[in-house]
């Protein structure tokens, strides 16, 4: 509780000089778009009608607030929404990733595809996210395939912190170099 009392005056701080200032922010943004065309159907139709069809990307880390200003567009445009409904990481942003896990109900007659060939892992990875996605509350119905075929089995580490944890990373990459191991970048990782 003492972070968010600290956090408070400083968001207070911030909003105060965005009206002193005539700012907007981003989200001051979607929120104003959003609600003027919730008040006016007329701006509601003229929006609709600008595009046949929006591309959302990252769907898995929409905000409330995002999804607030699709929901006012979906009856008018087709939503073609892009996302990973296992991964999320703009929970700090706000993202709720139950914006691409209930989408089908949001969006009713919504087809969703599922990619599960991947291009970046080997299948010993993989392998742990399926077992991660099983073990879920939340029913994924998929399941990965490297195209990449086999590698090495991954290892489990702990570290107390991000110190420990990043000096491990360096003392280990030198190592592998030092043993004689190349270093190959492609798209998708750095093999050591």
């Not at 905000?63 to 009856?75: G, I, R, T």
């Not at 969006?107 to 969703?112: D, E, F, I, N, Q």
Request: aromatic residues 10%; contains cysteine.
């Amino acid at each position: 509780m003492a972070i968010r009392s600290e956090i408070i005056p400083v968001l207070k701080g911030y909003e105060q000089k965005k009206r002193e200032r005539h700012y907007l922010d981003y989200d001051d943004i979607l929120s104003f778009v959003a609600q003027r065309i919730r008040e006016s159907p007329k701006v509601c139709q003229w929006v609709s009608k600008q595009y046949d069809h929006l591309l959302v990307d990252e769907m898995q880390d929409t905000n409330p607030l995002q999804w607030s200003l699709l929901s006012l567009l979906k009856e008018n445009c087709c939503l073609f929404c892009v996302g990973d409904d296992a991964q999320s990481i703009y929970g700090f942003r706000g993202a709720d990733f139950k914006n691409i896990h209930s989408f089908q109900e949001r969006v009713p007659g919504s087809a969703v595809l599922k990619l599960t060939k991947n291009y970046c892992s080997t299948q010993e990875i993989l392998d742990v996210a399926n077992w991660l996605l099983l073990k879920s509350p939340l029913d994924y119905g998929k399941n990965l395939n490297a195209a990449r075929g086999a590698g090495q089995l991954p290892q489990l580490h702990s570290f107390t912190n991000e110190w420990e944890e990043s000096r491990w990373i360096t003392e280990d990459i030198l190592r592998r170099r030092e043993d004689g191991d190349n270093w190959r970048y492609d798209s998708c990782t750095l093999y050591i």
